[in-house]
C-alpha cells in the first residue's frame, strides 16, 4: 500500500506527538489499569502494540477534528479498549477457547454450582458472618467480594474515607477469625 506524502507526515506527526513530553505514559497507564505487569508474558507485546493504537488514535482524533484539549482522554479510552482486545485475543489462541456461535447457549454448558458441596459450604458461612457484622461491614463485603471494588472505590461509593473503609475491612477479618 502506497501511501501520499501527506499521510507520511500525518503518521510523523503522530509519532512525534506520542514521543513529545510523557504522552508514553498513556499506554503505561493503561497497562496498568489492565494489570499487565513487566512479569506478563504478554507486556512487552502489549507495549508496542498500545504504541501503535496511540498513533492510530492520534490519527483518528485529527480525522475527526476532535479539540487538542481532548486528545489525550481519547486516545487513552482508544488505546484501553484495542489492548483488551488483544489481550482476549491472546488468551484465546493460547488458551484455545472456543467462541460459541449464535446457536448455542454458553450457559447450558456450565456446570450447575448450586449443586456443589462448596456452594452450600460458602453459603452456610457467608450467612453466619453475616449475622456477625454491622450494616457498614456488610456493604464492604458485598462491594469489595461481589462488585470486586477496591479501597479507593468503595470510600468514593460510600462517601466515606479510605480510612474508614480499612477500619470496616479490619473488622471484618477480626471477626471472620475470631468466630470462624
Known sequence: MKRNNKQIELYQDAFD???????????YGVLKKLHI???NTYYDDMVQEGMLSFVEKYIRAINLEKEPESYLAYIYRGVYWDLINYLHKQITITEHVEVPDDNVDPLAELPDGK???????????????????NPKEIKYLVLAY?????????????GVSR???HAWRKRVINKLQKNF
Open 163 to 165: 480510612k474508614c473503609v
Open 115 to 133: 449443586n456443589s458441596v462448596s456452594y452450600y459450604d460458602t453459603h452456610i458461612l457467608s450467612r453466619q458472618l453475616m449475622t456477625e457484622l
Open 146 to 158: 461481589d462488585y470486586g471494588m477496591n479501597i479507593s472505590e468503595i470510600a468514593k461509593e460510600c
Open 37 to 39: 505487569s513487566k512479569q
Open 17 to 27: 506527538f506520542l514521543l513529545d513530553g510523557d504522552h508514553e505514559l498513556v499506554v
